[in-house]
């Protein structure tokens, strides 16, 4: 059973700055589709970014041009940059077995293999 956890959520002011880490042990599959999911207050789930095992990326909309996901051998980074209130949430790390290319970067949190969360706020 494939074990992930986040790390890095913080308290942060518009504008600035943070990176969430997420480490990835007993992962079995040769091929994966991982992925940051944020989960803001009151509100369902929602896809943030994912990167797949053939080097294909994709942000949500409101994301695009701020955040930046990468991974190093068993880590996946969310770096959040230019930060607003409404990034406020429990963000997630998730993987899955690259079944889809198309499927993976849909951005829904239909991933197989998911961590505990990591809180992040961002307020004046």
């Known amino acids: 059973q494939a074990q992930l956890r986040e790390s890095g959520g913080d308290s942060v002011r518009p504008g600035g700055s943070l990176r969430l880490s997420c480490t990835l042990s007993e992962y079995t599959y040769s091929t994966y589709c991982m992925g940051w999911f944020r989960q803001p207050p009151g509100r369902e789930r929602e896809g943030v970014a994912t990167v797949d095992s053939d080097g294909r990326l994709n942000y949500r909309d409101s994301v695009k041009g701020r955040f930046t996901i990468d991974n190093a051998g068993d880590t996946l980074y969310l770096q959040m940059d230019d930060v607003r209130p409404e990034d406020t949430g429990i963000y997630f790390c998730?993987?899955?077995?690259?079944?889809?290319?198309?499927?993976?970067?849909?951005?829904?949190?239909?991933?197989?293999?998911w961590g505990q969360g990591t809180q992040v706020t961002v307020s004046a």
């Open positions: 998730a993987a899955t077995p690259l079944w889809s290319p198309d499927d993976c970067h849909k951005l829904r949190p239909n991933f197989k293999y």
